[in-house]
C-alpha cells in the first residue's frame, strides 16, 4: 500500500465485477470526473498500486475482488482561517478542542484543511484515526486513536453507549416548552444526502435536553445525546420549533458557503468516560463557550 504522504494517507477503491478491460478502464469509468490523463499520469508517477503493493499500468488486466490505492489530489484549497487545540496526549489517545467550520477528516473539497491531516502533520503520527466524529459545522471536543493495538478499546465505548457527551446550543427560547425534556424520535434519510428528519416509527434517537439560561428570546441549551445518529442534535431542535441559531440545513436548506461571521451555534463541551485500559474515569472539556445574543 502506498505511504502516508504530507499527512494524507492514500485513497482506496474496491474492484467489482464487471466488464471492464483493465483497471483503468474501471477507474475512468468509476471516477467521471477524473480526466483518463489524470490516471495515467498517476500510474507513470507509480501512485496506482493493488492491496499488494504491485503498481498498476494502463494496460494492467482488470482483477476484480482487489483494491487499488491512489492518491487523490485537489486543486489548491483555500485555507480555512482556524486551529484545533490539542487539549491532551498520551501514548493511547490524543483529545484535540476543533473550531467551527474545520472538517475533522479529508471528504468532497477538504483535504489538507482538516483535524486530521494537520494534526498528522503537526505531530508526525501517520497512524492518526478519529474515534468518533462530529460536523465541520460544530465546535468542540474529538478523540484520535494513536495506536492500532488499543483502538477497538475506546472505539468500542462508543459502540456499546459508555461515554457520555454533553453539548451546548444557542437556540430559540419557547416558554411552552417545559424543560429538561426528552426527545424520542425517529430519524432516517430525508431524500437528500446533506439531511435528515423525523419520521414514523419506533424511536432510534434519543436526546435529553436542559435549558440552562434565558436572554432576549434566546436559549442556551445543554444537550445530551443518548444515541449517535447523523445530524441528531440539530433534527430534535428544529422538530421542537428552536433551531439551532446558525444552522444552514435545519429547518431550511441554505446553499452552502462558509459565513464565518454566523458560525452554527452548537458545541461539543465535554466528554466522559471510564478508561478501557487503567479503569480510571476521564473526563474532558472544551475551552470555547458559545454567547448569548
Not at 89 to 103: C, G, I, M, N, T
Not at 116 to 123: A, D
Not at 252 to 280: K, R
Request: proline fraction near 9%.
Amino acid at each position: 500500500m502506498l505511504p502516508t504522504r504530507d499527512g494524507v494517507g492514500p485513497s482506496c477503491v474496491g474492484l467489482t465485477e464487471g466488464p471492464w478491460p483493465t483497471i483503468t478502464e474501471f477507474l475512468v469509468q468509476r471516477f467521471p470526473a477524473i480526466p483518463r490523463q489524470t490516471w495515467l499520469q498517476r500510474m507513470a508517477d507509480g501512485e496506482v498500486v493493488d492491496e499488494f503493493g504491485v503498481r498498476v499500468s494502463e494496460a494492467r488486466p482488470f482483477q476484480s475482488h482487489i483494491r487499488v490505492y491512489y492518491y487523490r489530489a485537489l486543486e489548491a484549497e483555500e485555507p480555512i482561517p482556524f486551529e484545533a487545540v490539542i487539549l491532551h496526549q498520551d501514548e493511547h489517545l490524543v483529545v484535540v478542542d476543533k473550531p467551527h467550520f474545520l472538517p475533522v477528516t479529508p471528504s468532497g473539497k477538504y483535504l489538507q484543511e482538516t483535524v486530521l491531516v494537520r494534526l498528522k502533520r503537526k505531530l508526525g503520527l501517520n497512524g492518526l484515526i478519529p474515534i468518533h466524529r462530529i460536523d465541520r459545522d460544530t465546535a468542540g471536543l474529538v478523540l484520535f486513536s494513536t495506536q492500532p493495538a488499543t483502538r477497538d478499546a475506546y472505539q468500542s465505548l462508543f459502540r456499546k453507549r459508555q461515554v457520555h457527551k454533553t453539548y451546548q446550543a444557542i437556540a430559540p427560547w419557547r416558554s411552552d416548552l417545559d424543560f429538561p425534556l426528552t426527545q424520542e424520535s425517529r430519524i432516517a434519510e430525508a431524500g437528500h444526502f446533506m439531511l435528515q428528519h423525523e419520521t414514523p416509527g419506533a424511536p432510534n434517537a434519543v436526546t435529553r435536553i436542559s435549558l440552562l439560561e434565558t436572554r432576549g428570546g434566546w436559549g442556551r441549551y445543554q444537550l445530551e445525546p443518548v444515541t449517535g445518529k447523523r445530524h441528531q442534535l440539530r433534527v430534535h431542535m428544529a422538530a421542537l420549533g428552536v433551531p439551532i441559531r446558525g444552522d444552514g440545513l435545519y429547518p431550511v436548506l441554505t446553499p452552502e458557503g462558509a459565513d464565518y461571521n454566523h458560525p452554527l451555534q452548537l458545541l461539543a463541551q465535554s466528554i466522559e468516560f471510564e478508561d478501557p485500559l487503567t479503569g480510571l474515569p476521564q473526563r474532558f472539556d472544551s475551552q470555547r463557550q458559545l454567547v448569548l445574543p
